[in-house]
């Protein structure tokens, strides 16, 4: 039976990945650590770790991702983010298995009307794009067998995010103030999850950058106004622009990822944003 290695284990995508996880336990043995139980920043850590499970697939779903934060902890944000991504290349390339690594759109500086390709120039704007960069560099220089899947606008039922803030908002206020001209895909962590779970269990796998997301290109303010729609929430939404919302950290303008080859080369097909988006508020409001 083949082992999984999940990384990072209550973070929203390795919960999400713990769902379903009993779906697959007649094939894989499933290991989860957590920064309790593997920090990944200590090299010395990791290698016992792999040297004991002896892995056939680690999933890496930690990461410092505290995007205006990083602009003040540099160095803990590539601790995580490049460090500790090459301690685990490092690992995996030393015991034979494959690393699945996710990174995010935050590597590209959304000076752009078009998608980006998995070939595109990056340019990260920001600490947490360059430290995720780096790790993707770190991981395929050490490892030549590591797939990285980025991501982007990441939200589930569990811990917090997106719209789970929106939610707990449209609870408290009575009109709210939204970012509408920043583009990017929102992305039900489960849906990645379950792309994970199709890779791993890819007879014919191929390495290298691939793109993931729900589709298609939004705002953040379209996005606030379908959790609206979909809580039946009566809350007023405005309109606001990036200067009117000043953060420590700049973001993309538009960050928009082409999926196609993921669809081409292992047949996932994404889905669309608002389809996962009705999903996952149909389970938070339950």
């Known amino acids: 039976m083949k082992k999984i290695v999940v990384i990072g284990s209550n973070g ?3 919960n999400c990945i713990k ?3 009993p779906d697959f336990e007649s094939d894989y043995e499933f290991i989860f650590t957590d920064s309790q139980t593997l920090d990944v920043t200590n090299e010395g850590q990791v290698e016992a770790f ?4 002896k892995p056939d697939f680690c999933i890496n779903a930690s990461a410092y991702t505290a ?3 990083a602009e003040k902890e540099k160095e803990k944000a590539f601790a995580v983010n490049a460090d500790g ?3 685990l290349a490092q690992a995996c390339y030393d015991h034979k298995a494959v690393l699945i690594h996710v990174s995010t759109d935050y590597v590209f500086d959304g000076e752009t009307n078009l998608c980006y390709s998995e070939d595109d120039f990056t340019n990260p704007i920001g600490v947490y794009g360059e430290s995720k960069l780096k790790g993707e560099e770190l991981a395929m220089e050490i490892n030549p067998k590591t797939i990285i899947l980025r991501t982007s606008w990441l939200y589930s039922e569990f811990n917090k995010n997106f719209v789970k803030t929106m939610l707990n908002l449209f609870s408290q206020k009575d009109e709210l103030g939204i970012v509408a001209d920043q583009f990017g895909q929102p992305t039900n962590a489960n849906d990645l999850a379950e792309a994970i779970m ?3 269990r890819n007879p014919q796998l191929n390495f290298g950058i691939f793109h993931f997301s729900n589709y298609p290109e939004t705002t953040w303010y379209e996005f606030a ?3 609206a729609e979909f809580s039946k929430s009566s809350i007023k ?3 606001l622009t990036t200067e009117q919302y000043p953060t420590p950290a700049k973001r993309p303008k538009r960050s928009t990822m082409c999926l196609d080859k993921i669809e081409e080369v292992y047949k996932i097909e994404p889905k669309h944003w608002e389809n996962s988006l009705e999903e996952c508020v149909n389970i938070l409001l339950q």
Request: aromatic share 12%.
């Open 225 to 227: 106004k379908k959790i």
């Open 85 to 87: 991504v090459a301690y």
């Open 12 to 14: 929203q995508l390795g």
């Open 198 to 200: 199709d890779i791993v």
């Open 19 to 21: 769902k379903i996880a």
């Open 237 to 239: 939404l405005n309109s």
């Open 50 to 53: 792999f040297y004991d499970s």
């Open 67 to 69: 995007v205006d934060l």
